[in-house]
């Protein structure tokens, strides 16, 4: 007999409404804008026929939020697992560059020593150990399906590296983990054997849409 093929994807959540381009990281209260509600519409739209059994998010209000249309479009309850939660950041609650931001306060120099680890929050490395524990109960629960697992930038990004096996460490401008998308994992049995992407929200509105989580170059 062949193995089951499952599918896992990573979606990242839609824009939240932000206007004072605040690092929220963990922060509550951060949620979804009307672009970010449409987003999730335009997710929901994209994979309503597809065979998911299982939707699991984070359990920020945005990340809720954005699996909210899906599941009612599937009428499968949303199942929170605090391993896809956003990544842990020291700068929280700040804006974050040089100009007005946290960058122009010696105070906090102390926490940029180490780029690779990163010295300012969560490690790469602990990053993407929980999300693929994650994904990995998710794959075993929807076996020979589909899941759906609703998290944030770096964690998805960071978990896409490690799939890939590419160094960790990164330039955060480069991350291709737009507001609303899917890194797919595509497995056979338990081997990986495909990671794809997707923008299923990039007609909702131009690239103007409020993206402060890649701001402290870590989350």
Not at 163 to 189: F, I, K, M, N
Not at 194 to 199: I, L, S
């Amino acid at each position: 007999m062949s193995e089951p093929r499952t599918t896992v994807h990573l979606l990242r959540h839609g824009e939240v409404h932000n206007p004072a381009g605040v690092l929220y990281g963990r922060l509550p209260g951060y949620q979804l804008s009307d672009v970010g509600r449409r987003m999730a519409e335009a997710v929901a739209a994209r994979l309503g026929d597809n065979d998911i059994t299982l939707i699991v998010s984070s359990p920020m209000e945005r990340a809720q939020q954005t699996a909210r249309p899906l599941a009612e479009l599937l009428g499968i309850p949303i199942v929170t697992d605090g391993r896809l939660i956003e990544a842990g950041n020291r700068f929280e609650g700040r804006t974050f560059g040089v100009g007005n931001g946290s960058l122009r306060h010696p105070s906090v120099w102390r926490w940029l020593y180490n780029p690779f680890q990163p010295s300012w929050g969560e490690s790469y490395k602990v990053i993407a150990a929980r999300v693929f524990a994650a994904v990995a109960a998710a794959r075993e629960q929807a076996r020979g399906h589909e899941a759906v697992c609703v998290s944030h930038q770096l964690p998805i990004w960071t978990a896409r590296s490690a799939a890939q096996r590419r160094p960790l460490w990164h330039d955060p401008r480069r991350r291709e983990c737009a507001l609303a998308s899917l890194t797919t994992l595509s497995y056979v049995g338990d081997d990986l054997v495909a990671v794809t992407y997707d923008e299923p929200a990039r007609d909702v509105v131009p690239h103007t849409a409020a993206d402060t989580d890649h701001l402290d170059a870590g989350a």
